[in-house]
């Protein structure tokens, strides 16, 4: 990636864009638990390993493979409330912010670096999850699912959050938990930091893995 001069030293990056489920939020945990309760108490034989299958893609998906998974005659109404319910008594605490979220942005927030969310949820869910947790300020735009033609891995939200904040994809620094998301902020022709969450990175394509937000960017040389 190239460098850049700016006031006080080198720029490697013009914008980041994070992720948010698994990423800025350890919502992942919560949301596989809660669907899991949800499907065992409708009746359905599913597993740990099942639910972990369903992390980091979109909601079109989910449905496909639980309908491959439970037959074509399973209900999804009952299900979708089954899982909102539990879901939100999990989150009846709060929403739980990843370590070193807080950090990390008042480190860019310092060297004056925008940042953007790009994700699978759609865009108002997003948006009252980053409010409950205490983080949509720090975001210049919130690209949902929602908002464009396909979804991760497909490009579109990382490309559709790099123009709304005006810059340019390959001077992006992208952060993710998934491999979908990988692979989707690398079509995107962004640098990557993959920050495995639920599940270890069985493809191993970002420029750079880390065990936390923090160790990715010192990794990356975003912060010191």
Same mark, same amino acid.
């Given at each position: ?21 698994? +990423? ?23 597993? %740990? ?14 449905? %496909? ?24 008594? %999990? ?65 579109? $939200? ?14 992006? +620094? ?20 993959? $920050? ?29």
């Amino acid at each position: 990636v190239g460098e850049r001069r700016v006031a006080g030293g080198v720029r490697m990056f013009d914008a980041v864009i994070f992720d948010m489920d698994g +990423l800025l939020l350890d919502t992942e945990r919560l949301a596989l638990e809660s669907g899991l309760e949800a499907l065992v108490g409708l009746g359905h034989d599913v597993d %740990r390993a099942f639910m972990l299958s369903l992390v980091g893609i979109d909601a079109q998906e989910g449905h %496909r493979r639980l309908t491959a998974h439970l037959g074509e005659d399973w209900a999804f109404g009952p299900f979708d409330a089954a899982w909102n319910t539990a879901y939100r008594k %999990r989150l009846s605490g709060g929403i739980p912010v990843k370590p070193g979220v807080e950090t990390l942005l008042l480190h860019l927030d310092d060297a004056r670096i925008p940042r953007a969310v790009a994700t699978n949820s759609r865009t108002a869910a997003a948006e009252g999850k980053l409010h409950e947790a205490g983080l949509r300020g720090w975001f210049g735009h919130i690209a949902g699912v929602d908002s464009v033609p396909k979804p991760k891995p497909a490009p579109d $939200v990382y490309l559709r959050a790099a123009g709304a904040i005006g810059a340019r994809p390959e001077r992006c +620094l992208a952060f993710e938990d998934s491999d979908t998301g990988v692979r989707a902020a690398l079509a995107a022709g962004m640098t990557v930091v993959q $920050v495995p969450d639920l599940l270890p990175s069985s493809e191993n394509r970002a420029h750079h893995t880390a065990e936390s937000l923090l160790e990715g960017a010192r990794a990356c040389g975003l912060i010191p």
